[in-house]
């Protein structure tokens, strides 16, 4: 439960050995936020890749879309862009807070984790978008050390303040913002080859880290936001902080209607405050809702992707890109009203069925693999052991850190009480014991009949 207490000092838990977290450890309904984030990101980035930033053929904006796609747009400005990215990057910070909880002494190896998201990051916004924020919180991430041991009180408060610094980052980003040809960039954007593409979004995401100085004051103030909640818990245990979560949706929700009443032209109060306490709004509604065992059974889907969350974002930059840019499909120019939020949607979906079937055999992504890899500077367990269940005829994973598996390891079988993890619905116990045992080439099952 929420208490005094723990606004006034951090978690001391018994530290673990270092170690990624393991499939079973894992909280479903932080990994339905960060799903339902991912979503929104998704619902932004794609406006990007069908022509709204630069639009093609010159002209402005409104002159190139139809009335429903102006309805389209308004509605993703108003309620979506400038609100999931600060959801997002209070979960961030609230991720880190549950490496500290699990060993207080892994500043080392998150700073090891943030240079590794770094050069994703470089990687994804140079080579595959220019809209990259990876590279902007594997930088950012560096200011969360400091704070680590710092009591609560102390990291709200700087959170609060570096909040109201935000003002002065619009005038650091007005001076250093550069000039772009706009008809050029969407020309080559649109017709352009993939070396013709290179060079012009290197040239834009040169320009969009200098736009980021804008958000850093924003993105600092969330990540120590995230690792407060962390410590509390509100979000990682929702039912327990029913309350918490009411109040917060409550003043969120007054919040953001206060700053867009009174945002009229003002940047700040539109973008870096109304749109973000809308963003924080959601996150309080949907961790309120899957406090409930029904929601959590409705809205678990999102935990698919929100397990997979370095894999999702920059595989959709990848099928966008292909999609709308001229080295692919070519499609970009070509939506007049609104049709990218089915596309959206559509690509959503193909993602959430893609990653629970990875997840029936793999541990985690591709890509959150090979960051975990060189995080921890050896190849970390990728294939999942499974054992097949004779009453249900289902296969269910064997926790590789739990009895059961040392069981399974020592005598190729597992015992008779049950073994407990995660499903798609919700949690779900499997009691009978396996007739076969499936043996991944790095999770080999020793047989005691040999």
């Known amino acids: 439960m929420f208490t005094p207490s723990s606004l006034s000092a951090p978690s001391t838990n018994t530290p673990q050995p270092p170690a990624p977290v393991a499939p079973e450890e894992r909280s479903p309904t932080l990994d339905i936020l960060r799903g339902f984030c991912l979503l929104g990101i998704l ?52 991720g880190f807070a549950l490496q500290l909880r699990r060993n207080p002494n892994a500043t080392g190896r998150f700073s090891i984790r943030l240079l590794v998201l770094l050069l994703f990051g470089l990687v994804h916004g140079y080579l595959i978008w220019n ?29 609060l303040a570096v909040f109201l610094f ?16 706009r008809d050029s960039i969407a ?30 004051a924003q993105t600092v103030s969330c990540f120590l936001l995230g690792l407060w909640l962390g410590r509390v818990g509100a979000l990682e245990k929702p039912k327990e902080h029913r309350l918490f979560l009411l109040g917060a949706l409550a003043l969120m929700l007054l919040l953001a209607w206060w700053g867009y009443q009174n945002s009229r032209e003002n940047f700040f109060l539109d973008v870096l405050f109304a749109s973000p306490t809308l963003g924080f709004a959601y996150i309080a509604a949907l961790a309120l809702l899957v406090s409930f065992v029904p929601f959590q059974k409705l809205f678990y889907f999102f935990s698919y992707t929100g397990r997979m969350p370095l894999t999702t974002y920059i595989g959709a930059s990848v099928v966008l890109g292909y999609l709308f840019f001229g080295y692919g499909l070519g ?15 559509i690509l959503y979906g193909s993602q959430i069925i893609f990653s629970w079937l990875w997840l029936k055999f793999f541990r985690v992504g591709p890509l959150e693999w090979l960051w975990r890899s060189f995080t921890y500077g050896k190849l970390q367990p990728f294939r999942r052991t499974v054992v097949t269940y004779s009453s249900f005829g289902i296969e269910k994973p064997v926790p590789q850190n739990s009895p059961a598996f040392s069981e399974v390891e020592e005598a190729g079988t597992v015992p008779s009480e049950s073994v407990t993890e995660y499903s798609s619905n919700g949690s779900e116990t499997l009691p009978e014991r396996p007739t076969e045992i499936i043996q991944p080439a790095e999770d080999k099952v020793k047989d005691s009949r040999d």
Do not use: C
């Not at 935000?166 to 040809?181: H, K, S």
């Open 43 to 94: 619902l932004t980035n794609i406006t990007h890749f069908v022509g709204l930033e630069f639009p093609p053929f010159g002209g402005y904006l409104f002159d190139y879309l139809s009335n429903s796609g102006i309805r389209v747009y308004e509605w993703t400005e108003n309620f979506v862009t400038s609100s999931f990215r600060p959801s997002l990057s209070l979960l961030f910070g609230l």
């Open 331 to 345: 499609w970009y120019g070509q939506f007049y009203s609104g049709e990218w939020i089915r596309v959206a949607l």
């Open 187 to 216: 020309q080559t954007l649109m017709t352009g080859s993939y070396l013709e593409f290179l060079g012009t979004n290197m040239l834009v995401y040169t320009n969009r880290l200098v736009i980021s100085i804008l958000y850093i």
């Open 166 to 181: 935000m003002p002065v980052t619009i005038g650091i980003y007005e001076a250093l913002r550069l000039d772009l040809n």
């Open 131 to 159: 809209g990259d924020i990876l590279t902007e919180y594997a930088l950012v991430g560096f200011l969360l050390i400091p704070f680590a041991k710092r009591s609560s009180v102390t990291v709200v408060v700087w959170s």
